[in-house]
């Protein structure tokens, strides 16, 4: 059986990294986003037993997804007039988790964000093994304010995502353990441009490699 199903949102391109817009011209900063998006893909993909599936209704980030063979589950849309940015990633989320559930009973899920470059395998092995044993946790980003990935193995309760600004606080109040391992590419989102240099410092997949190098930086693949 599959160890766990892995859900990663993605919103539509011109909307994307918006923190880094004073920085990247917007066809960069799409490169940019899919580039990240293929890393963490396959990363994610040499896990193990995982299934994968990109929540979008992006169609550049749903070629990706085929491409490396994830499934696409489309974007809902907003979940109501006027509802924010953090409600509707966490709808999408939410949503993509019960259709999940729904066609395989009981399944581990893993809410990853999808802007992990320097991400290795073996950390979502062990951030995997470490939430079995209780069931919620989340991996706090860098930072130790926002969430990189929620694990919630607990077969018959909703995924309840509840991902946005501060959204470790939020999710350990939830009942998620902040797993403590030695975790730093799946820490390591990349919002801002010092989090762009902590990545290539840390060594990011060779997609993100590249679109670094076009951008002035001289790295080397991971
Ligand atoms: N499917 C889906 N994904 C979303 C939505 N909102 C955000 N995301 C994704 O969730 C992750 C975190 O989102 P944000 O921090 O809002 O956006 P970002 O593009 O990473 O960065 P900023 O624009 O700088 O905030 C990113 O991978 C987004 O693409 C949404 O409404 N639907
Ligand atoms: C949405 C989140 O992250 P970010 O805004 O840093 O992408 C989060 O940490 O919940």
Do not use: W, Y
């Not at 989320?93 to 259709?99: D, E, R, T």
């Not at 077969?155 to 509840?162: F, I, Q």
Request: include cysteine.
């Amino acid at each position: 059986m599959t160890a766990a199903h892995v859900l990663i949102p993605v919103k539509a391109l011109g909307l994307a990294k918006s923190r880094l817009a004073h920085v990247l011209e917007p066809e960069i900063r799409a490169d940019l986003v899919l580039a990240m998006l293929r890393d963490t893909l396959d990363a994610t993909l040499a896990s193990g037993d995982l299934d994968v599936t990109i929540v979008t209704s992006d169609p550049h980030a749903a070629a990706v997804a085929s491409a490396c063979g994830a499934r696409v589950f489309p974007d809902p849309g907003p979940p109501g007039a006027g509802s924010t940015g953090a409600e509707r990633l966490n709808a999408a989320l939410n949503a993509a988790a019960a259709h999940v559930r729904h066609r395989t009973p009981g399944i581990g899920l893993i809410a990853l964000q999808a802007d992990l470059p320097a991400l290795r395998p073996h950390e979502l092995v062990s951030a995997l093994d470490d939430a079995r044993q209780v069931g919620r946790a989340i991996v706090e980003d860098h930072t130790g304010l926002g969430t990189t990935a929620l694990l919630h193995c607990v077969p018959h309760e909703p995924l309840h995502a509840m991902f946005g600004a501060d959204s470790a606080r939020r999710h350990v109040e939830s009942g998620a353990r902040a797993l403590t391992g030695d975790l730093p590419g799946l820490r390591l989102d990349v919002d801002t441009v010092a989090d762009l240099e902590a990545a290539a410092r840390l060594g990011t997949g060779p997609a993100t490699a590249s679109v670094l190098v076009r951008i002035g930086f001289a790295v080397p693949a991971k």
